[in-house]
């Protein structure tokens, strides 16, 4: 009995050598980590993997290689183990991977190999995941489908991915070789929709056929319209093609049949149709909205053309189009018109209201034109546009001041100059007025000095300190009602003028201590409508005319100035305070303007009483003086500032604080006035307590008021 029990050792090593000899010839290799259980029952041999539930990790670096050279190789293992070379005509052009959250079992037998529990496979760009897979050897087909849980909900349903194109069903058949393939229950994402079917098949050119299947836009689970058609082919990043196809709503076919329809599917920007909405109006009916076409017109712009019906007869049409140009501009342009009918034409109250409106969005960039600037934002149109009910933005309906803008600018590198042309428009949609300025026109030269020598030699003279500007303001505007707005009432009602300003300064340094600045300006106003008015005896009222016509004013000023600056200073050798420093600065200045225009005077006012009014009225840029001007204006400014020692500062050891930044007193004396020469005396203030507290003051003085109350 010991020599049996020592014997048995060694019988186990020769059964364990008998099994492997078996094992090798059915092409089975496998290393030392590998669990390999062969069942008493002959029709069912299979190698097994432990059980991820007892927390053990599944074997990497199992390989499978049939005599057929079919392989499956785990995506983590490392090394690798002696293969048979595959026969020819049965080769993969590359190894799969898989891996399983559960268990892996194989059949030795059938060849087949068994996933469970999130399994995954990969096979070049093809991936597949399911609750369960199963791997046929012999034909290189899998199968995949999802198991049903204790809820009885089906879960780890057939995810497929092939390339970019994505698949989920419910169950699916592949063959790798072939690369066809059978899904059944289908849903998978073409271009911006959905395509459904029951069952779809894959052929080696990569196109789907699909039986009894649909195509949508919407994204629900049960999709809430669907073209549904027999069969339809799909060509990947291509198009899709259909025979016979309905139009389905909420489940229910309705009478829209087409012969045949193709969606194209290519990615990126391109034409096709847009699905409208549907609904019901209270007053205008049922409805279809923003039913369209779009056109890719290429890389730069697009168009798309919608519309609105409605079943009692209204109706509308919108132009939208998107433009870029990279670096230099984008925009965006919007043209609508509706016509609004409002009850039915056999009855009295029968009405049709037609709108429009018209919105631009345009931006250039910055860095085309440095020197060049253009932008718009346009928003015109009917006052009614968006009050009519049948408008879907809210932002619209609520608002009632709609206003547009266009400028274009432009400055001269190098040179002086600048220009400013800008268009404007304000209308309010509650009192209908209209208010648009076309054109607003500024040019301006900054200040130049025509008498500077271009080669300066010794000191600069006077008179190369004169200094000159240039402005020229021109402007065209209308305030009207949004009804006559397009006609001849119009064209009478616009104002517009033509204004050029000159302006002439120099400063010039007097007696050391003080400076002195002259200065001249000169302003020239062209308009082309003159107001006159006359007593008619006969209707006893004033007539009032408009004259049209090339009109002009000006006016001329000038004006002198004296300042300088007074310090008083105050230092200390001992304490915290260094010194204290006081500035004043007195001025005192003149200006004139002579009277160069007269008002009329005549019998003119209510009942014929004698009255007076200026032709130049009706100029936009104002009228010329029509009395003489002239004033002495003086005043000072003071500020006070103390200078004390710092210790956070390491330098110099001292710190500025300003105990009154400003202190000015100012007035003036008007030589023309008949009366009351002197003006207000006018007082103000600041100053910074505690460093973040600051404090202003004002004050008037009046030197003629006077107290009542004594």
Same mark, same amino acid.
Request: hydrophobic content about 35%; glycine content about 6%.
């Given at each position: 009995?010991?020599? %049996?029990?020592?014997?048995v050792?060694?019988?186990?090593?020769?059964?364990?050598?008998a099994?492997?000899? #078996?094992?090798?010839?059915?092409?089975?290799?496998f290393?030392?980590?590998?669990? &390999?259980?062969?069942?008493?029952?002959?029709?069912?041999?299979?190698?097994e993997?432990?059980?991820s539930?007892?927390? /053990?990790?599944?074997?990497?670096?199992?390989?499978? !290689?049939?005599?057929t050279?079919?392989?499956?190789?785990?995506?983590t293992s490392?090394?690798s183990?002696? &293969?048979?070379?595959?026969?020819?005509?049965?080769?993969?052009?590359?190894? !799969?991977?898989?891996?399983?959250?559960?268990?892996?079992?194989f059949?030795?037998?059938?060849?087949?190999?068994?996933?469970?529990?999130?399994?995954?496979?990969?096979?070049?760009?093809?991936?597949?995941?399911?609750?369960y897979?199963? !791997?046929?050897?012999?034909?290189?087909?899998v199968?995949?489908?999802?198991v049903?849980?204790?809820t009885?909900n089906t879960?780890?349903t057939?995810?497929?991915?092939?390339g970019?194109?994505d698949?989920?069903?419910?169950r699916?058949?592949?063959?790798?070789?072939?690369?066809?393939?059978?899904?059944?229950?289908?849903?998978?994402? #073409?271009g911006?929709?959905?395509?459904?079917?029951?069952?779809?098949?894959k052929?080696?050119d990569e196109?789907?056929?699909?039986?009894?299947?649909?195509?949508?836009?919407?994204?629900a689970?049960?999709?809430h319209?669907?073209?549904?058609?027999k069969?339809?082919?799909?060509?990947p990043n291509d198009?899709?093609?259909s025979?016979?196809?309905?139009?389905?709503?909420?489940?229910v076919?309705?009478?829209?049949v087409?012969?045949?329809?193709?969606?194209?599917t290519?990615?990126?920007?391109?034409?096709?149709i847009? +699905?409208?909405e549907y609904?019901?109006s209270?007053t205008?009916?049922?409805?279809?909205?923003?039913?369209?076409?779009?056109?890719?017109?290429?890389?730069?712009?697009?168009?798309?053309?919608?519309?609105?019906?409605?079943?009692?007869?209204?109706?509308?049409?919108?132009?939208?189009s998107?433009?870029?140009?990279?670096?230099k501009?984008?925009?965006?342009l919007?043209?609508?018109?509706?016509?609004?009918?409002?009850?039915?034409?056999?009855?009295?109250?029968?009405s049709?209201?037609?709108?429009?409106?018209?919105?631009?969005?345009?931006?250039?960039d910055?860095?085309?034109?440095?020197?060049?600037?253009?932008?718009?934002?346009?928003?015109?149109?009917t006052?009614?546009?968006?009050?009519?009910?049948?408008?879907?933005?809210?932002?619209?309906?609520?608002?009632?001041?709609?206003?547009s803008? !266009?400028a274009?600018?432009?400055?001269?590198?190098g040179?002086?100059?600048?220009?400013?042309?800008?268009?404007n428009?304000? #209308?309010?949609?509650?009192?209908?007025?209209?208010?648009?300025?076309?054109?607003?026109?500024?040019?301006?030269?900054?200040?130049?000095?025509?008498?500077?020598?271009?080669?300066?030699?010794?000191?600069?003279?006077?008179?190369e300190?004169?200094g000159?500007?240039?402005?020229?303001?021109?402007?065209?505007?209308?305030?009207?009602?949004?009804?006559?707005f397009?006609?001849?009432?119009? %064209?009478?009602?616009?104002?517009?003028?033509?204004r050029?300003?000159?302006g002439?300064?120099?400063?010039?340094k007097?007696f050391?201590?003080?400076?002195?600045?002259?200065?001249?300006?000169?302003?020239?106003?062209?308009? +082309?409508?003159?107001?006159?008015?006359?007593?008619?005896?006969?209707? /006893?009222?004033v007539?009032?005319d408009t004259? +049209?016509?090339?009109?002009?004013n000006?006016?001329?000023?000038?004006?002198?100035?004296?300042?300088t600056?007074?310090?008083?200073?105050?230092?200390?050798?001992?304490g915290?305070?260094?010194?204290i420093?006081?500035?004043?600065n007195?001025?005192?200045?003149?200006?004139?303007?002579p009277?160069?225009?007269?008002?009329e005077?005549?019998y003119?006012?209510?009942?014929?009483?004698?009255?007076?009014?200026?032709?130049?009225?009706?100029?936009i840029?104002?009228q010329?003086?029509?009395?003489?001007?002239g004033?002495?204006?003086?005043?000072?400014?003071?500020?006070?500032?103390?200078k004390?020692?710092?210790?956070?500062?390491?330098?110099?050891?001292?710190?500025?604080?300003k105990l009154?930044?400003?202190?000015?007193?100012?007035?003036?004396?008007?030589?023309?006035a008949?009366?009351?020469?002197?003006?207000?005396?006018?007082?103000?203030?600041?100053?910074? %307590?505690?460093?973040k507290l600051? &404090?202003?003051?004002?004050?008037?003085?009046?030197?003629?008021?006077?107290?009542?109350?004594?």
């Open positions: 009995m010991a020599s %049996l029990i020592k014997s050792p060694f019988i186990l090593f020769l059964l364990f050598l099994i492997a000899s #078996q094992a090798q010839k059915l092409g089975v290799k290393n030392t980590d590998t669990t &390999v259980n062969i069942l008493t029952n002959q029709t069912e041999e299979f190698i993997r432990p059980d539930v007892r927390n /053990q990790q599944a074997d990497s670096l199992l390989t499978i !290689i049939g005599e050279g079919f392989g499956i190789k785990d995506s490392t090394d183990l002696a &293969v048979n070379s595959p026969k020819k005509g049965t080769e993969l052009t590359s190894e !799969i991977k898989y891996h399983a959250r559960d268990s892996i079992r059949s030795v037998e059938d060849k087949k190999v068994f996933l469970y529990g999130e399994a995954q496979i990969n096979y070049g760009d093809i991936e597949l995941k399911a609750a897979i199963e !791997i046929n050897q012999d034909s290189k087909e199968y995949a489908e999802g049903t849980d204790s009885g879960i780890g057939p995810q497929f991915k092939s970019d194109q698949f989920a069903a419910k699916m058949r592949y063959n790798f070789n072939t690369k066809k393939g059978k899904i059944l229950d289908v849903i998978t994402q #073409q911006e929709g959905n395509l459904r079917g029951d069952q779809v098949k052929t080696a196109s789907y056929y699909i039986k009894d299947g649909g195509y949508t836009t919407c994204d689970d049960e999709p319209y669907i073209i549904k058609a069969k339809l082919k799909v060509i198009k899709i093609v025979g016979p196809a309905f139009l389905m709503f909420e489940g076919y309705t009478p829209l087409v012969p045949f329809a193709l969606f194209p290519k990615p990126g920007r391109k034409s096709g847009i +699905f409208p609904g019901e209270p205008q009916g049922f409805f279809f909205r923003n039913f369209g076409y779009y056109l890719n017109l290429g890389d730069q712009i697009d168009l798309a053309v919608t519309g609105d019906i409605y079943t009692r007869g209204s109706y509308g049409v919108r132009l939208l998107n433009y870029k140009k990279r670096y501009f984008n925009g965006r919007e043209l609508s018109h509706n016509s609004l009918r409002n009850s039915r034409r056999e009855f009295p109250d029968f049709v209201q037609n709108n429009f409106f018209v919105k631009w969005r345009h931006t250039q910055p860095k085309a034109r440095p020197t060049t600037s253009f932008s718009s934002d346009v928003n015109f149109g006052a009614t546009n968006f009050s009519n009910g049948l408008t879907t933005s809210a932002q619209d309906f609520l608002t009632n001041t709609f206003t803008s !266009i274009f600018s432009k400055r001269w590198l040179k002086p100059f600048t220009l400013n042309i800008n268009m428009h304000s #209308q309010n949609t509650n009192t209908n007025v209209v208010s648009v300025t076309l054109p607003q026109i500024a040019f301006g030269v900054q200040r130049f000095y025509p008498f500077k020598r271009r080669n300066q030699v010794g000191k600069q003279r006077w008179y300190k004169i000159v500007t240039y402005n020229l303001n021109a402007r065209n505007e209308v305030t009207t009602l949004d009804s006559i397009l006609t001849r009432a119009t %064209l009478d009602k616009m104002r517009n003028g033509v050029h300003s000159v002439v300064s120099t400063n010039i007097a050391k201590y003080f400076t002195i600045n002259p200065s001249v300006s000169y302003n020239e106003r062209w308009f +082309f409508q003159s107001l006159s008015k006359a007593w008619n005896n006969e209707t /006893q009222t007539d009032v004259t +049209f016509g090339f009109f002009s000006r006016d001329v000023s000038t004006s002198v100035s004296m300042t600056n007074i310090y008083g200073l105050v230092q200390f050798k001992k915290p305070i260094r010194g420093r006081h500035v004043l007195p001025t005192i200045g003149f200006r004139y303007t009277k160069l225009n007269s008002d005077f005549g003119f006012g209510n009942n014929g009483t004698v009255s007076s009014y200026n032709p130049d009225d009706l100029s840029y104002g010329a003086p029509t009395v003489n001007t004033a002495m204006n003086f005043g000072f400014g003071n500020t006070l500032e103390m004390v020692r710092s210790k956070k500062d390491t330098i110099t050891g001292f710190k500025k604080i009154l930044e400003a202190l000015n007193v100012s007035s003036a004396y008007n030589f023309f008949d009366s009351l020469n002197l003006s207000d005396i006018r007082i103000s203030g600041r100053t910074t %307590l505690i460093e600051s &404090v202003n003051f004002n004050m008037n003085l009046s030197p003629y008021a006077q107290d009542t109350n004594l």
